[in-house]
């Protein structure tokens, strides 16, 4: 964050703001749920715990169904993914059936 | 000419064949012969725990949510999003499809006869229960014998249990049902014999938002630990099962002083604490929750398993190098000190288990 430098008015309203348009809303380090979705630290440092680290454990759990479908319904979803960070692209795509 | 050549391609044949043999003889004797971890994450591979190599791989394509060994260590049972399979431990091989049903969990009988296992309700009937807002379908506990791994008995459970284990008297199983912040103790018929509230519940009836993990049971059989995590904070809920505590205060609560979600649960062969990693930390808990160790961990250890008859540990992280892609696996002295750890290319492990 410290390297993005800003360019005209706007942007320097928004470093300058205390109001933190990133934060953690359920879990302070963890990977759970970041608003908008950038993966940072509650201080704005690297991310602490990347989604992909504990992303089956989200899964098997339940517990925050947005980012993650349930282990129940879409029990096959890891199954092509051997290492999350080269076989990404293999996560099925859960259709939305309402 | 014709037979000249016959003769070539069966001499090819031969030594592609001993190629074959030699090639696959190291793998086995070395299984056979080495203290091993199996990690997992949509298939196993196999580490020697004294030359961090991988020395086996058991491909799968299904994403593996627990394993446990058998007794002697020559069996690892293990659960995934397709079944239960039976794998051998010295020739690296599974051996045996017990059941084409997920499996959520598995768990060994301390006397080595029986597995339980969680199978999840049918998919079709979760999806369709789901977008009515109705009742999800049950689970199914199911008891197998090891002798031969049919079903002894089954019966149904809460839709989301998570996780089940054997009581050191192998007549009944604790069964951890975290929307419930209960565990169920059942006989090996089902029937119910005790509840223990883990986390209080509303009036509502909800258990306040805590997420319930792992179970975890000492060596004596005496206290029970499910760690938990609510948006304020971690905690350790240690059970008394050993009736060293007032009934009402058989639930204990041990603040881990942090929100940090709780990942990896074990406790220490020696019965002297419980392991839990946590996000870049890993803390050793006392038989009565106060931290007696803590270390800073630069990664993210999602699961811990001691070395039996040793003080080290070893611990997986799925993101172990961001550069390299890898995941990995290390094995830490009793003083917290990495002495071994190994790159899986390959391999984003989230769960480990260590052979007897």
């Known amino acids: 964050m410290s390297r993005i430098k800003p360019l005209n008015i706007k942007a320097r309203a928004v470093e300058a703001s205390t109001d933190r348009d990133v934060r953690g809303y359920a879990f302070g380090d963890c990977c759970a749920s970041f608003a908008p979705g950038w993966e940072v630290g509650t201080q704005d440092n690297a991310d602490p715990c990347p989604w992909k680290s504990d992303l089956s454990l989200c899964w098997g759990t339940c517990y925050w169904m947005g980012q993650v479908p349930d282990y129940i319904s879409y029990g096959e979803w890891l199954d092509t993914c051997g290492n999350i960070q080269n076989d990404w692209r293999n996560l099925c795509t859960i259709p939305d059936n309402g | ?356």
């Open chain 2, 1 to 356: 000419m014709l037979q000249r050549t016959n003769s070539y391609i069966c001499t090819l044949a031969a030594l592609v064949a001993a190629a074959v043999w030699l090639l696959a003889l190291p793998q086995h004797t070395e299984a056979a012969g080495a203290r091993t971890a199996w990690v997992s994450s949509n298939h196993i591979q196999v580490i020697d725990l004294d030359t961090a190599r991988v020395i086996g791989r058991l491909p799968l394509s299904e994403f593996i949510h627990d394993m446990d060994f058998s007794v002697d260590g020559n069996r690892v049972y293990v659960g995934s999003s397709k079944g239960l399979r039976v794998a051998d431990a010295n020739e690296l091989r599974f051996v045996q499809q017990v059941s084409t049903s997920m499996t959520k969990a598995v768990a060994v009988s301390k006397d080595g006869s029986r597995v339980a296992a969680i199978h999840p309700g049918d998919r079709e009937a979760t999806q369709a229960a789901r977008k009515a807002g109705l009742p999800l379908p049950p689970a199914k506990i199911t008891i197998y014998s090891t002798l031969d791994m049919k079903e002894q008995s089954s019966w149904h459970v809460h839709a989301m249990t998570f996780d089940v284990l054997f009581a050191p008297s192998n007549d009944r199983v604790y069964v951890l049902v975290p929307p419930e912040g209960m565990v169920y103790v059942h006989d090996l018929s089902g029937a119910v014999l005790d509840t223990i509230q883990l986390v209080p519940r509303s009036p509502e009836g909800s258990h306040q938002g805590a997420m319930l993990t792992w179970m975890a049971l000492s060596p004596d059989g005496r206290s029970l630990v499910v760690p938990g995590t609510t948006a304020d904070r971690s905690f350790v809920a240690e059970v008394d099962l050993g009736n060293r505590r007032p009934l009402d205060e058989r639930v204990v609560h041990q603040d881990l002083g942090h929100n940090r979600r709780i990942q990896g649960l074990a406790w220490d062969d020696d019965g002297s604490g419980v392991y839990v990693t946590a996000v870049n930390s890993m803390v050793k808990f006392n038989g009565l929750g106060l931290p007696i160790a803590w270390e800073s961990m630069p990664l993210n250890y999602v699961d811990i398993e001691p070395i039996p008859g040793t003080n080290e540990n070893v611990l997986v992280a799925p993101i172990f190098s961001k550069s390299n892609k890898s995941g990995g696996v290390a094995i830490l002295g009793e003083n917290g000190e990495f002495l071994r750890t190994v790159e899986l290319p390959d391999m984003s492990p989230y769960f480990v288990a260590v052979r007897p």
